[in-house]
């Protein structure tokens, strides 16, 4: 067993939540999930169909928040640090590294894809007018 749970900020909680596509985390664990940019972008622009830059800053200040919490867990025997509530998943100094950074690139893509997607959407407007 992981020595420490850490609780992830609300809105990264409700990231988890909105990326659990998969399957169930319960049954998965991190497997559950899918924190592509194009993932990241549907939840973060779900209501207002824009992502806004301080929602993606209070992410990041919630990974970064998680990161800190992570470096001050001792590894037990089997090298596991921590888990995540809700994620079912335990993790190692590396794989927690790895998932906040994947996390951190997918909120820096996520609005590159969105504008994509926009661009997309208006040239297809434009097309059928």
């Keep these: 067993m992981a020595s420490q749970v850490l609780e992830p900020g609300?809105?990264?909680?409700?990231?988890?939540?909105g990326?659990?596509?998969?399957?169930?985390r319960d049954c998965c664990?991190?497997?559950?999930?899918?924190?592509?940019?194009?993932?990241?972008a549907a939840h973060l622009s779900h209501y207002s169909g824009a992502i806004a830059e301080r929602d993606v800053r209070t992410l990041?200040?919630?990974l970064d928040a998680l990161q800190h919490a992570g470096s001050r867990c001792v590894p037990n025997e089997q090298d596991f640090i921590c888990s995540i509530s809700g994620t079912n998943q335990l993790f190692t100094a590396q794989s927690l590294s790895e998932l906040l950074a994947?996390?951190?690139?997918?909120l820096?893509?996520?609005p590159a894809v969105l504008?994509?997607?926009?661009?997309?959407?208006?040239d297809f407007?434009?097309?059928?007018?």
Excluded: H, M, Y
Aim: glycine fraction near 4%; aromatic fraction near 10%; charged fraction near 30%.
């Design 10 to 17: 609300k809105n990264l909680a409700r990231l988890f939540q």
């Design 115 to 122: 504008a994509c997607s926009d661009k997309l959407e208006n």
């Design 108 to 110: 820096g893509a996520a």
């Design 60 to 62: 990041i200040e919630e």
């Design 102 to 106: 994947r996390l951190r690139w997918a």
């Design 125 to 129: 407007v434009a097309a059928s007018s």
């Design 29 to 40: 664990g991190l497997d559950a999930f899918d924190f592509s940019p194009l993932r990241v």
């Design 19 to 24: 990326c659990e596509t998969f399957c169930d």
